[in-house]
């Protein structure tokens, strides 16, 4: 496939966030109104047309959630928004991360992977077959890694005989400019060493990151895989996709 034909692709459908969960941290754009919280801003934002209600937002742990609404702690305070004046709800990273960090941990999980063969292409780490997630896939690691990468990188896989599967973390690069087919949403978790003496044996595999750190990718729409790992201490730490060519 040529780059002028992977730009005209429509981009991949069925990549849309992972669904929050108690305990993820969170954004909830909201309707004022007597039910809901106050406006923490000076003024309206946006600002309040006639006959229509102004929005505000807020940030914080999702600690409930129901249909009638969704709790979330603030500074130590629970806030009650009523589901019917919510607008959106985000979730976030647990705590705020730098792309740097993104790329680190996503460069130790390429490189855990099982391959016998790894490739650089203009910022781009390739692994070679495996039956990792990250096996037989390419990812922007290197700082300055940009789309015009991606072509050298699928023909890397290309010449080993292996279909175009790309990691891309959010944040890095935007999914909808690479004209990928499919896209498949996943959570890295971040939290402490597992141990196998005191694990189930199908908790999933997880990558050491550094002394007593782990991580762990699960799918986003794996909701008993996502409890169990942060019923063991593990935090959102960013999202990605698996994009296929």
């Not at 806030?79 to 130790?108: D, G, Q, Y």
């Not at 077959?129 to 896939?137: E, H, N, V, Y």
């Amino acid at each position: 496939m040529s780059t002028d034909d992977a730009a005209r692709r429509r981009p991949a459908a069925g990549a849309s966030s992972p669904a929050p969960t108690v305990g993820d941290r969170v954004v909830i754009r909201y309707r004022l109104g007597a039910d809901a919280p106050a406006d923490w801003r000076d003024s309206a934002n946006p600002p309040v047309a006639e006959g229509r209600p102004g929005q505000s937002d807020i940030t914080g742990i999702l600690r409930d959630r129901d249909a009638e609404a969704v709790t979330v702690e603030r500074d130590g305070v629970a806030h009650r928004v009523p589901a019917a004046a919510i607008s959106s709800i985000r979730l976030l990273s647990r705590r705020v991360v730098r792309n740097s960090e993104i790329r680190e941990i996503e460069r130790t999980l390429m490189l855990a992977a099982s391959t016998a063969e790894r490739g650089s292409i203009d910022g781009w780490l390739a692994n070679g077959a495996g039956p990792d997630l990250r096996s037989g896939a390419v990812a922007p690691i290197d700082f300055g890694s940009t789309a015009a990468g991606l072509r050298p990188a699928l023909d890397w896989l290309e010449a080993r005989g292996l279909p175009g599967r790309v990691v891309l973390a959010d944040r890095l690069l935007r999914p909808a400019g690479l004209g990928a087919a499919t896209a498949t949403a996943y959570e890295v978790l971040v939290g402490p060493q597992p141990r196998p003496d005191s694990e189930p044996a199908d908790l999933g595999p997880w990558s050491l990151l550094s002394d007593g750190v782990a991580a762990a990718t699960v799918a986003a729409t794996d909701d008993a895989a996502r409890a169990a790992w942060r019923a063991r201490g593990f935090e959102l730490h960013h999202t990605c996709r698996l994009l296929t060519f």
